[in-house]
């Protein structure tokens, strides 16, 4: 519980019921390992294109870009 409110207090501040491994599922878990989805989302924050001040736009169309460079 602590590594993920740790990680949600430097950006990543939602849970989801999509993914069950996931540190960041809703509901309460044993997990304490970050799953490979935490992984490439707090790459994905801390990327040097994404800067604050992007809107929701923005932000689909950097992430779109990094994605796409990358595969």
Known sequence: MLREELT???GLGKDSDLYLESLFQQSWTLTTNYALID???IRL???PEITSGLD???VTETLTNILLEEN
């Open 8 to 10: 949600q207090s430097l």
């Open 39 to 41: 992984k490439e989302l």
């Open 45 to 47: 924050l801390y990327h």
């Open 56 to 58: 929701s736009k923005e």
